[in-house]
């Protein structure tokens, strides 16, 4: 498969070395809270690879996958492959809706003991520096080939203004996640840009309704700060955390294996969240 031109919600995004470079990798600073923290401040930030059990992680798959009805899988591939038929099967609601298995899942125990595992509890506890509680609204997202959606450039503070910015983002591929099958990127430093500098993005965009994303163009959105779009090729097990002023978006999927990924949000104990993130996520309820 071709790495020369990629796309994010349709829009073609040259896979050139201006507007994209490989992720900094943080897995060796895993077991040092300081130097961890110390990356997160300067990267907004921190790749962790293998950071959670392989097998944990593709037992989470199937297990959202096997909650579909027949026809969502393609013939011969099982829940853990999580391989497209190339149609969804009928009858469903919207993604995340009441009714739609995604919308049960994050209020199944399966769901919430992988959230609240202490691997990822202590990781956010590292990071902020003292004990933390995670924001009931963790989301699972999935996407496969043919619909060109993804996440439009933005910044999660854009989400939470009603609460502490001292909040960290974990973004957890569930399945392998290569660029191909749409993973998260984010734009290398944008944590230290002003608004005002994404002007020009924000003039190219497809949701004039909405103030929060950035753009949808994800080239246009780079250009106008002259930053770069930091990719990897996420297998099960990853984990990146990021800060709520850093910009990141994601690419379309156009592999088979369809994109299934969890974010979860973590605040320091007694902080105050922004209260639309005190329940439990339903892909309606325009938070
Ligand atoms: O998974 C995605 O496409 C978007 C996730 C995201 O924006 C986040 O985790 O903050």
Redesign the pocket.
């Known amino acids: 498969m071709s790495r020369q031109v990629v796309s994010s919600n349709g829009v073609p995004i040259p896979f050139t070395d201006e507007l994209f470079a490989p992720m900094p990798d943080s897995t060796p600073l895993a077991g040092d809270a300081a130097a961890l923290r110390r990356r997160f401040a300067e990267d907004g930030v921190v790749l962790l690879r293998g950071f959670l059990d392989r097998r944990a992680v593709l037992d989470l798959r199937a297990a959202y996958l096997s909650a579909f009805p027949d026809g969502l899988l393609a013939p011969g591939s099982t829940p853990e492959e999580g391989i497209f038929s190339g149609r969804s099967p009928g009858g469903l609601p919207a993604h995340g809706v009441r009714g739609h298995p995604a919308h049960a899942f994050v209020r199944d125990p399966r769901f919430t003991a992988f959230a609240d595992q202490p691997a990822l509890t202590g990781l956010a506890a590292a990071l902020l520096g003292g004990p933390v509680e995670r924001l009931p609204r963790g ?1 699972l ?1 999935h ?1 496969h080939a043919g619909t060109l959606a ?2 439009r450039a ?1 910044t ?1 503070h854009a989400y939470m203004t009603r609460g502490s910015d001292r909040v960290l ?3 957890i591929p569930v399945g392998d996640c290569p660029v191909e099958t ?1 993973g ?1 990127v984010y734009l290398e430093g944008s944590h230290r840009e002003t608004a005002e500098r994404f002007a020009r993005a924000r003039l190219a965009r497809d949701r004039a309704h909405d103030p929060r994303p950035i753009s949808h163009d994800l080239r246009a959105t780079a250009l106008a700060v002259g930053r770069r779009w930091l990719w990897h090729d996420y297998e099960a097990g990853d984990v990146t955390v ?1 800060g709520p002023h850093l910009v ?3 690419l379309d999927t156009v592999t088979d294996a369809m994109r299934v ?1 969890v ?1 979860l949000r973590f605040i320091l104990r007694g902080e105050k969240a922004d209260n639309r993130w005190m329940k439990e996520w339903a892909g309606d309820d325009g938070a």
């Open positions: 989301i997202r996407f993804a996440s933005h999660d983002t974990m973004w749409g998260l990021h990141h978006a994601s990924s974010d």
